[in-house]
């Protein structure tokens, strides 16, 4: 049936001729033996219909014409209504379907008018001289005949007009169906292109954080190697183990990319709870770091925590990628009145870095500031480089576990040489807490 209707639509002349035709064999006998009046008005009606849709207000004026010569001419023959009078209802239908009430209201008027003087023309006795005096109750037959006439042009005009409005009202769905699929368009490309910044930046902290880990560790074994194979062996076991890590974690994240369902696969966020993991690690791989805790831990989004654990992730890279092996760092956090302060300073000397210069503090400014926060990071005045993140968090006070102070340290593992290669290693090599 819609392809019906579709097919009617995109031929709208050949149904109206088929409706104009339709009208034409009704008046018929109009055309062959009525007077010139009637057959004038019978072309003229029939005409308007033909045109009705092309041009509604010019087809309404065609036939109003038509219909004043009928009209016109009761006055001198006998009239009365004709089969093809029925176009002056379509007419008046089209033009309150099709156009605005400026232009349908005026017609109504036309058409009220023209019933009225239509019905005193055709009441019994109001012909020409010769056809008998009114009768007695031809005031209420007028009154009647008018009331008929003016109902079916109101019906007419109120189907139009109603017509009209759901026209207008579909067409207002249409367009802001329209809008909103274009919004949800656009809301969808920028949700992706934000993703892809998210994606980008989790890659980078991924393999900047686990590559100086790796370079870290082969070049103490190719140190130990000549003097201990067996803290070798352990460096090399370390590089396997970072590296499988490593390409999980880049696996699990082109695996979003890839598929539609991103809960698959995911791990656990980390956050300040695995920071103590984070820098076991570190440690591991010879930078010593000293951890500090002031304030009461508070509560903070997953996205903040994720972002501090970031900025001290990167830190740390780039304090092994640029201090030197001797360089040493300390990690605080600062839970005051207004936020969480990360401090990452280290005492090294940064030596420049002869590839393209790479995008760790930007990344770091782009989260935190996704959390109102600013970073600030440069060089320290009695050497060394720092860097300071601050984060607003809400005032409730917690305590989770995870935030206790570190134990002091054993610095007797460290390498013998001096070099903070920290190669002696018992046990595991404290793998597990590896960025996302």
Same mark, same amino acid.
């Given at each position: 049936?819609?392809?019906?209707?579709?097919w009617?639509?995109?031929?709208?002349?050949?149904?109206?001729?088929?409706?104009?035709?339709?009208?034409?064999?009704?008046?018929?006998?109009q055309?062959?033996?009525?007077?010139?009046?009637?057959?004038?008005?019978?072309?003229?009606?029939v005409?308007?219909?033909? %045109?009705?849709?092309?041009?509604?207000?010019?087809?309404?004026?065609?036939g109003?014409?038509?219909?004043?010569?009928?009209?016109?001419?009761?006055?001198?023959?006998?009239?009365?209504?004709?089969?093809?009078?029925?176009?002056?209802?379509?007419?008046?239908?089209?033009?309150?379907?099709?156009?605005?009430?400026?232009?349908?209201?005026?017609?109504?008027?036309?058409?009220l008018?023209?019933?009225?003087?239509?019905?005193?023309?055709?009441?019994?006795?109001?012909?020409?001289?010769?056809q008998?005096?009114?009768?007695?109750?031809?005031?209420?037959?007028?009154?009647?005949?008018?009331?008929?006439?003016?109902?079916?042009?109101?019906?007419?005009? /109120?189907?139009?007009?109603?017509?009209?409005?759901?026209?207008?009202?579909?067409?207002?769905?249409?367009?802001?169906?329209?809008?909103?699929?274009?919004?949800?368009?656009?809301?969808?490309?920028?949700?992706?292109?934000?993703?892809?910044?998210?994606?980008?930046?989790?890659?980078?902290?991924?393999?900047?954080?686990?590559?100086?880990?790796m370079?870290?560790q082969?070049?103490?074994?190719?140190?130990?190697?000549?003097?201990?194979?067996?803290?070798?062996?352990?460096?090399?076991?370390?590089?396997?183990?970072?590296?499988?890590?490593?390409?999980?974690?880049?696996?699990?994240?082109?695996? /979003?990319?890839?598929?539609?369902?991103?809960?698959?696969?995911?791990?656990?966020?980390?956050?300040?709870?695995?920071?103590?993991?984070?820098l076991?690690?570190?440690?591991a791989?010879g930078?010593? /770091?000293?951890?500090?805790?002031?304030?009461?831990?508070?509560?903070?989004?997953?996205?903040?925590?994720?972002?501090?654990?970031? %900025? %001290?992730?990167?830190s740390?890279?780039?304090?092994?990628?640029?201090?030197?092996?001797?360089a040493?760092?300390?990690?605080?956090?600062?839970?005051?009145?207004?936020?969480?302060?990360?401090? %990452?300073?280290?005492?090294?000397?940064?030596?420049?870095s002869?590839?393209?210069?790479?995008?760790?503090?930007?990344?770091?400014?782009?989260?935190?500031?996704?959390?109102?926060?600013?970073?600030?990071?440069?060089?320290?005045?009695?050497?060394?480089?720092?860097?300071?993140?601050?984060?607003?968090?809400?005032?409730?006070?917690?305590?989770?576990?995870?935030?206790?102070?570190?134990?002091?340290?054993?610095?007797?593992?460290?390498?013998?040489?001096?070099?903070?290669?920290?190669?002696g290693?018992?046990?595991?090599?404290?793998?597990?807490?590896?960025?996302?």
């Open positions: 049936m819609s392809a019906l209707y579709a009617l639509r995109s031929h709208q002349l050949l149904v109206d001729g088929v409706l104009a035709c339709a009208l034409g064999l009704l008046g018929l006998q055309l062959l033996q009525g007077p010139w009046t009637q057959r004038t008005a019978c072309l003229l009606l005409a308007a219909v033909f %045109v009705r849709r092309k041009v509604p207000a010019t087809a309404f004026c065609i109003a014409a038509g219909g004043a010569v009928q009209v016109a001419g009761g006055e001198f023959v006998r009239a009365s209504p004709q089969p093809s009078d029925i176009a002056m209802l379509v007419l008046l239908y089209t033009v309150a379907a099709y156009r605005p009430r400026s232009a349908s209201v005026p017609a109504l008027l036309i058409c008018a023209g019933s009225v003087v239509a019905a005193a023309v055709w009441m019994p006795g109001s012909g020409p001289a010769g008998g005096p009114p009768g007695h109750d031809q005031p209420a037959q007028l009154a009647f005949a008018a009331a008929l006439l003016s109902g079916c042009v109101l019906l007419a005009w /109120v189907l139009g007009d109603s017509m009209r409005y759901r026209r207008g009202y579909y067409a207002a769905l249409e367009d802001k169906a329209a809008r909103l699929e274009a919004e949800r368009d656009a809301q969808a490309k920028i949700a992706a292109a934000a993703e892809r910044a998210r994606i980008a930046r989790e890659l980078h902290d991924i393999v900047a954080h686990h590559v100086s880990v370079v870290v082969a070049d103490g074994a190719q140190y130990a190697l000549r003097s201990d194979t067996g803290r070798a062996e352990t460096a090399l076991t370390a590089i396997s183990a970072t590296g499988r890590q490593a390409l999980t974690e880049m696996r699990r994240l082109l695996g /979003v990319l890839r598929t539609a369902d991103e809960r698959s696969g995911l791990a656990p966020v980390p956050g300040l709870g695995e920071l103590r993991e984070l076991d690690q570190v440690r791989a930078l010593e /770091v000293a951890y500090t805790l002031t304030g009461t831990p508070r509560e903070l989004p997953e996205g903040a925590e994720l972002a501090a654990y970031r %900025v %001290v992730q990167e740390l890279t780039n304090t092994r990628k640029h201090a030197g092996l001797a040493t760092a300390a990690v605080t956090l600062r839970y005051e009145p207004g936020g969480l302060t990360v401090e %990452v300073t280290d005492d090294g000397v940064a030596t420049p002869s590839g393209p210069t790479g995008h760790g503090l930007a990344g770091m400014r782009e989260r935190i500031a996704v959390y109102g926060g600013t970073v600030e990071a440069g060089p320290l005045p009695g050497g060394g480089f720092g860097v300071t993140a601050r984060l607003p968090c809400p005032t409730e006070a917690r305590q989770p576990a995870a935030h206790r102070p570190d134990p002091p340290q054993d610095e007797s593992k460290s390498d013998p040489a001096g070099n903070g290669l920290g190669l290693w018992s046990g595991s090599p404290g793998l597990s807490g590896a960025a996302r």
